[in-house]
Each structure stands twice: as structure tokens, then as C-alpha cells.
């Protein structure tokens, strides 16, 4: 028998809800506890990994597109750092694709800042279309 | 916090103050209350010459969500003191920490109880739909009111030349001081700010920077549900109305600030402008709600950090949620 991680930790909110807060008489340590009982329902566990995975994916794929955007105009590779975008491979650990994640996303973050400066410089037209990529990226 | 960290602190209380108020007064039953994610909030008996009297002792945490202006909020506080709105009265404070160790300051304890929730259905101050209703009217009066004050009584000194401006610097400090990791979203939305930065306000008016629900204190013995005071004006400063009233009808906050059909945010915006004679155009008001939102997203991502190093006490969800309202405002 192995409980999967949303089994596992629902079966623990329901203990700290059920047996344990009852029995809390302070009223700061029992609002705390409450809120450790809403924070372990808020997250899927199960899917966890795979939301880190898909997220990792969308910011990869927006960076290529801005790394593209980027390469089809001088003016533009002259001002924006190039845009480093990791290759997609195959990962053994959690840790690895946080990592990768990050990496991605402190990319994107730079990315957006040098646009700014871009946009206060050149005007918006010619990087919206960038711009929606970034965000439906960041929205999904 | 230990029984005997908690009768430390007392001791400690009860010294300060006495050194504060010049007479020896004691401290008695002193008890952390909930709530209150910039500050630590405790309720205590005050005796002083064989009277006692409820009091609220407001104290800086270990590491705070918000790394708020400690002395704006005495500032303010003693500013209004004589203004017709509805403030918290300061009995003494000590913003160097001294026998505390930590920034405090002790408020009179009004009556009434805060709950964030009393404006929706499970109507925790069972007012009935009429009374909420009611006090969803005097909020929006009493914001009104608030920006009615002349900015020049608040001791907050002159009117910055572009609030907007100084709002975004001022989370986006913020946000550079409890990163861990990018932020991708925020980058994105301090660029969307930036762009649709409006123009200073034609009157600058006292902001109170948390104005919401559950920063009131509601009376219901009657039943009726009257605000007894305003609280937590940490984040007090002089500029855009907008800003308050952007705050309040953030979208993240639609179900507890307003009342479905029967108190909209059209509603709200007509029945404040009527009251304090301020204009506020859809433009200005979207740039409010994108920062208020924003404003949320680092408020959140404080806690997070806080969470994960140790020093706070309130477990802290992940932010991908409001990440991913920033993102939606900003795109709709």
C-alpha cells in the first residue's frame, strides 16, 4: 500500500483539523495551525512535479521565440544580452528541473527588463507580439 | 512563544511602560492574537492607579512581510487624533524597541472585532443582508471621509511630485529585498506599470495604503455593524485617491468587498465620488487595481521568504495563484 502524496497529505489536514485544532486553546497558535491546514490543501501534490516540468517547458519555448525575435534584427542584437535558452533533456531529479526552471525564468526576467529599456527607447509596436508570447507563457 | 517567554514579555511591557508613561502600571493577561501579517498584535489589561483599561500592544516581528515605515504609522496616528475619522488612540511607543527589542507601540483597545469575511454570505456578525449592505455603505463613506482631510494635517509632509511613480519604485524595492528566485510576472507588470503610469492626481489626498474589511473594527452589539475604528495605517502615505480606491476593488478581492448585484463596483465608485468630490477615471482606476495586485504578489512573496527562512511563523502557500492574476489583469 503506498499513498500518493495527495492521499497522504490530505489524510494529515484532516488529523490537524479534526482531532488536533479542537484541542488548540491559544488563539494565535490555533489561527497558525489553521493556516497549515489551508497551505497542505492548496497545492496538488500529486501533480507537482509535472507543473514544475510544464512550467519549465512554456518558458523555454517563450524564450526560443524571444531569442528568435531577438536574431531578426541587428538594432535589437545590439541591444538586448543574448538570450541563452536551455536545452530541453532528460532529467533524473526533481531538483534538476527546479534548476532548469529557474535558469529559464531568470532568463525571461532579464529578457523583460532589456525590453523595457527597448520599448521606452523604440516604441511598442514592433515587440508586441513578443510581449503576448511572454505573457501567455507566464499566465498559463 | 514559551509561558515563559510569554511572562518575559510582560515583565518587559510593564517596565516600559512605566518608564513610558511615568507611573508604575502593571500588565495582566497578556495574549498573542491572530492575524496581523506585518505586526504582532497582543491584547492586554492595562492597570494604573487601580483602573483597568483594554489595550492592544503592536509590535515588529522578527522578520516582517512588509517592510513598512515604522514611524508613519505614530505619525499619522497622532496627526488625525483630532480629525473627525474614526483612528486608533496611542498611549505610548518606543520605535527604537529599547526594553521590547523590538519596534512597538500601545493603542487604546477599541470595541468591535475584525473579520475580513463580514461582508460575505456566511455573515460571521449575522447583519443580514441589510446590514451588510449598511456597512459596505460606510466603508465606502468612510474612505470618502479619509480623502476628505487636508493632507497638510497628516504630518506626512509634501505631496510626492509623481505618486504613481513612487509607488512602483516603492514595491519594486520591495520585491528586490525578499526575491529568492525570478519573477518573470513581476518584471512583466512593473513594465505594464511603468507604461500606463497616470498622471499625478488633481488632488492628493491622504492615502491609507490597507484600506479593506478587515482592517476595521466592527461593533455589533446593537446588530447593526458600525464601524468602531480604522486600523493599521502602516502604510500611510500623501498621494493618488485612486490608489485606495484601486486597492479595494482589486478583482482578487471582488467576493469580500462587494456584494454581488447589490453592491458592485460601479456602485462604490458612485457613491464615493459623490461623498468626497473626487474624480477617478477608468484609466487612473485600472492602473490602481494592476498595482494593487502587483503590490499583493510581493506582499505574498514576502511571506514565502519569511516561510522559508525560518524566521516567520505562518506557513505560506506558493504565489503561482496571484502570479498568475498579475498576468491576467495585465493581459485583459
Keep these: 500500500m503506498r499513498p500518493t502524496p495527495s492521499e497522504s497529505t490530505?489524510?494529515?489536514?484532516?488529523?490537524?483539523?479534526?482531532?488536533?485544532?479542537?484541542?488548540?486553546?491559544?488563539?494565535?497558535?490555533?489561527?497558525?495551525?489553521?493556516?497549515?491546514?489551508?497551505?497542505?490543501?492548496?497545492?496538488?501534490?500529486?501533480?507537482?512535479?509535472?507543473?514544475?516540468?510544464?512550467?519549465?517547458?512554456?518558458?523555454?519555448?517563450?524564450?526560443?521565440?524571444?531569442?528568435?525575435?531577438?536574431?531578426?534584427?541587428?538594432?535589437?542584437?545590439?541591444?538586448?544580452?543574448?538570450?541563452d535558452v536551455p536545452q530541453r533533456v532528460e532529467l533524473s531529479s526533481f531538483d534538476e528541473v527546479v534548476q532548469q526552471l529557474l535558469f529559464a525564468r531568470g532568463a525571461l526576467e532579464r529578457f523583460i527588463a532589456e525590453l523595457a529599456s527597448w520599448r521606452a527607447l523604440h516604441g511598442t509596436a514592433d515587440s508586441d507580439d513578443v510581449l503576448r508570447v511572454i505573457s501567455a507563457a507566464l499566465a498559463a | 512563544m514559551s509561558a515563559d517567554e510569554g511572562a518575559a514579555l510582560s515583565s518587559a511591557l510593564e517596565d516600559a511602560l512605566s518608564s513610558a508613561l511615568g507611573v508604575r502600571v502593571s500588565v495582566q493577561g497578556l495574549r498573542r492574537l491572530s492575524g496581523g501579517s506585518s505586526r504582532e498584535n497582543w491584547w492586554f489589561e492595562l492597570e494604573q492607579h487601580g483602573e483597568t483599561r483594554p489595550m492592544l500592544l503592536r509590535r515588529d516581528p522578527v522578520t516582517s512581510v512588509a517592510n513598512t515605515e515604522r514611524a508613519v504609522e505614530r505619525t499619522v496616528l497622532d496627526a488625525l487624533v483630532h480629525e473627525p475619522l474614526p483612528t486608533p488612540v496611542i498611549v505610548a511607543a518606543d520605535l527604537d524597541g529599547g526594553r521590547l527589542e523590538r519596534p512597538w507601540m500601545v493603542l487604546e483597545c477599541n470595541s468591535g472585532r475584525a473579520d475580513r469575511s463580514v461582508l460575505r454570505d456566511r455573515d460571521p456578525f449575522r447583519l443580514g443582508p441589510a446590514g451588510r449592505l449598511g456597512l459596505a455603505h460606510d466603508l465606502c463613506d468612510l474612505l470618502a471621509d479619509a480623502h476628505r482631510l487636508d493632507p497638510a494635517t497628516t504630518g506626512l509632509g509634501v505631496v510626492p511630485v509623481d505618486p504613481a511613480r513612487n509607488e512602483i519604485d516603492r514595491w519594486?524595492?520591495?520585491?528586490?529585498?525578499?526575491?529568492?528566485?525570478?519573477q518573470p510576472e513581476l518584471a512583466y507588470a512593473a513594465m505594464w506599470l511603468d507604461e500606463h503610469r497616470p498622471?499625478?492626481?488633481?488632488?492628493?489626498?491622504?492615502?491609507?495604503?490597507?484600506?479593506r474589511p478587515a482592517n476595521v473594527l466592527i461593533d455589533d452589539d446593537d446588530g447593526t455593524g458600525r464601524v468602531s475604528v480604522l486600523l493599521d495605517w502602516e502604510f500611510a502615505h500623501l498621494g493618488d485617491p485612486a490608489e485606495d480606491v484601486g486597492w479595494y476593488l482589486a478583482p482578487i478581492y471582488r467576493t469580500e468587498h462587494l456584494l454581488g448585484d447589490q453592491w458592485t463596483a460601479t456602485m462604490f465608485l458612485e457613491r464615493y465620488c459623490a461623498r468626497s468630490g473626487i474624480t477617478i477615471e477608468p484609466e487612473r482606476l485600472r492602473f490602481w487595481q494592476v498595482l494593487a495586485t502587483f503590490k499583493l504578489a510581493v506582499i505574498a512573496l514576502a511571506a514565502v521568504s519569511s516561510f522559508l527562512d525560518d524566521s516567520g511563523d505562518r506557513a505560506a502557500p506558493p504565489t503561482d495563484g496571484v502570479m498568475r492574476t498579475l498576468m491576467r489583469e495585465v493581459r485583459s
Design chain 1, 10 to 83: 490530505a489524510g494529515i489536514a484532516r488529523i490537524l483539523r479534526d482531532t488536533v485544532l479542537p484541542h488548540v486553546g491559544d488563539s494565535h497558535a490555533s489561527a497558525q495551525l489553521q493556516q497549515v491546514i489551508a497551505v497542505l490543501g492548496q497545492t496538488n501534490w500529486n501533480e507537482a512535479a509535472f507543473q514544475v516540468m510544464r512550467a519549465r517547458d512554456r518558458a523555454i519555448d517563450a524564450l526560443a521565440e524571444c531569442a528568435s525575435w531577438c536574431a531578426s534584427d541587428p538594432l535589437r542584437v545590439s541591444h538586448f544580452t543574448a538570450v
Design chain 2, 199 to 211: 498622471p499625478p492626481p488633481q488632488r492628493p489626498v491622504l492615502v491609507h495604503g490597507d484600506f
Design chain 2, 172 to 182: 519594486s524595492d520591495e520585491w528586490s529585498r525578499v526575491a529568492r528566485q525570478p
